[in-house]
């Protein structure tokens, strides 16, 4: 699918979700890291990042609405987790299994149904909690990390 493949339909507006700036979401896993990324061409991601890693899985690449804003979303949700740049390390935590299979859960090319099942994932899971506590105190993504304890390792793209 391309991305102008994507058309909007009317009853995504009854869930609040407004369509525009379509792309995809991605997760892939390097050993026990996980990167969470967006996209706005698949084959040209999955190229890219054969190229950094070879043997890297890909757990999921999965349409959305307004791609940017909830990658970002996720790496707010995600940021006890956060090892550097858009890569995450659960450490065993067994919420890894839970965002992993949720995440395969999303269909492979229902934009408007990924967006509206978006927000129910992210309120039943509690990181809605994370973004709006990191929203009300008006942070940065690098400073709510620095507030949540974390600090710059090595770099991973």
Aim: charged content about 25%; hydrophobic content about 40%; overall charge negative.
């Amino acid at each position: 699918m391309e991305i102008g493949d994507f058309q909007p339909e009317s009853w995504i507006r009854n869930f609040g979700v407004k369509h525009g700036h379509p792309g995809w979401l991605y997760v892939f896993r390097n050993g026990n890291r996980i990167k969470v990324g967006k996209t706005k061409n698949i084959q040209e991601r999955r190229k890219a990042a054969r190229t950094w890693i070879p043997d890297i899985e890909i757990v999921g690449i999965k349409p959305f609405w307004h791609a940017s804003y909830l990658e970002r979303a996720i790496h707010i949700a995600l940021s006890d987790f956060w090892v550097a740049g858009e890569w995450f390390d659960f450490k065993g935590d067994e919420f890894e299994k839970d965002f992993i299979e949720t995440f395969c859960d999303f269909y492979d090319d229902d934009i408007n149904r990924n967006s509206v099942d978006f927000i129910y994932w992210m309120n039943s899971t509690g990181m809605s909690e994370m973004t709006l506590e990191q929203s009300q105190m008006a942070m940065t993504l690098p400073k709510w990390r620095e507030h949540l304890g974390h600090r710059n390792q090595n770099q991973i793209s």
